[in-house]
């Protein structure tokens, strides 16, 4: 079993900057391809962002392409996403999520990610 607890949301303001961390615990992550989904009020869960094992290779939804970078420290068990240039539409929870197996690639299908965390609150204010 794979525990993921992510930190880092808050409050800020357009244009400002956040730095998520999703700790893992009960197993090393370092095989498991890792994303970052969100959710805002009344929408369907989307993607954000996916990182390979070991780190060498990051996709990004379209929307925050160029804005957010994913990285991850296997030595530490963590992965974290950079949210630069945030903008009132980040709002939602955001959720990291680990992927065992890569059956159809990368990233992986949403239905492969075996483990979740309880999601982190990112509010933007215009």
């Known amino acids: 079993q794979v525990q993921l607890v992510e930190s880092g949301g808050g409050l800020v303001q357009a244009g400002g900057s956040l730095r998520l961390s999703c700790a893992a615990s009960?197993?090393?992550?370092?095989?498991?391809?890792m994303a970052w989904f969100r959710q805002a009020p009344k929408k369907e869960r989307e993607f954000v962002s996916a990182?390979?094992?070991?780190?060498?290779?990051?996709v990004y939804a379209d929307s925050v392409k160029g804005r957010f970078t994913a990285s991850r420290d296997n030595a530490k068990n963590t992965v974290y996403l950079q949210l630069n240039s945030l903008k009132p539409e980040d709002t939602a929870v955001y959720y990291c999520?680990?992927?065992?197996?890569?059956?159809?690639?990368?990233?992986?299908?949403?239905?492969?990610?075996?483990?979740w965390g309880q999601g982190t609150q990112v509010t933007v204010s215009t």
């Open positions: 999520a680990a992927a065992g197996t890569l059956a159809y690639g990368f990233p992986p299908r949403q239905f492969e990610y075996d483990y």
């Open positions: 009960g197993r090393t992550i370092s095989r498991y391809a």
């Open positions: 990182i390979t094992p070991s780190g060498g290779s990051t």
